[in-house]
């Protein structure tokens, strides 16, 4: 079964950014890129709550962890992203 299956969308459609130097991207796309700038956002704000230095701190670094947090955040991003799209048109 494909993703657009099961996330019951086409990952095809792209969607408009409003500004023409950024990338065109496919809804699924920019889902992605949101779950992972959230997901880095939810460890800047652990590590500051537990006074972890990130730029000097490597073990930090769980590129699995990152991808798991990024494939779980996806669907509900995608619907965020479809609920501020309805609410524009």
Do not use: C, F, H
């Amino acid at each position: 079964m494909k993703i657009g299956q099961v996330l019951n969308i086409d990952i095809n459609e792209k969607i408009d950014l409003d500004n023409p130097e950024l990338p065109e991207l496919t809804i699924y796309s920019a889902a992605r890129w949101w779950s992972l700038m959230k997901g880095l956002d939810v460890i800047t704000g652990k590590a500051k709550q537990l006074n972890i230095d990130l730029n000097n701190d490597k073990s930090w670094v769980k590129p699995l962890a990152l991808q798991k947090y990024i494939d779980e955040e996806t669907p509900s991003v995608i619907a965020e992203i479809k609920n501020v799209k309805t609410r524009d048109e």
